[in-house]
């Protein structure tokens, strides 16, 4: 059984940083891609980042281009989502999601519909 378990989330000044660790199970990191989606209450869930286990391919949105940096640890089955420089705009509650599904353009092209696996979500809250 595939399972996603996100941790890290927290309330934090603006300014400050997190580190959101998103660990799998019940499957390799050999081929996938790995997202990270966000949900601000009253907004629709939007793709942050996304990373091609294979490759290392990465993608981030441009709200958080410069700011947020997504890797793969292959070897413990994890994707950490580091966030620096936090505003207020960033607070959510962030999902970690994963596909085998055309990887190479899930994480290059990402979008809800192609991840099938998603983890249960960590808050995040920054503060003024």
């Known amino acids: 059984e595939v399972q996603l378990v996100e941790s890290g989330g927290g309330l934090v000044q603006a300014g400050g940083s997190l580190r959101l660790s998103c660990a799998a199970s019940?499957?390799?990191?050999?081929?996938?891609?790995i997202g990270w989606f966000r949900q601000a209450p009253g907004k629709e869930r939007e793709v942050v980042s996304c990373?091609?286990?294979?490759?290392?391919?990465?993608y981030y949105s441009e709200s958080v281009k410069g700011r947020f940096t997504i890797s793969s640890d292959n070897a413990k089955n994890t994707v950490y989502l580091q966030m620096n420089s936090l505003k207020p705009e960033d607070t959510a509650v962030y999902y970690c999601?994963?596909?085998?599904?055309?990887?190479?353009?899930?994480?290059?092209?990402?979008?809800?519909?192609?991840?099938?696996?998603w983890g249960q979500g960590t808050q995040v809250t920054v503060s003024s």
């Open positions: 019940g499957f390799t990191f050999d081929d996938y891609a």
């Open positions: 999601a994963a596909t085998n599904r055309f990887p190479a353009v899930a994480w290059r092209f990402p979008s809800k519909g192609a991840f099938d696996s």
């Open positions: 990373i091609g286990t294979k490759d290392g391919g990465t």
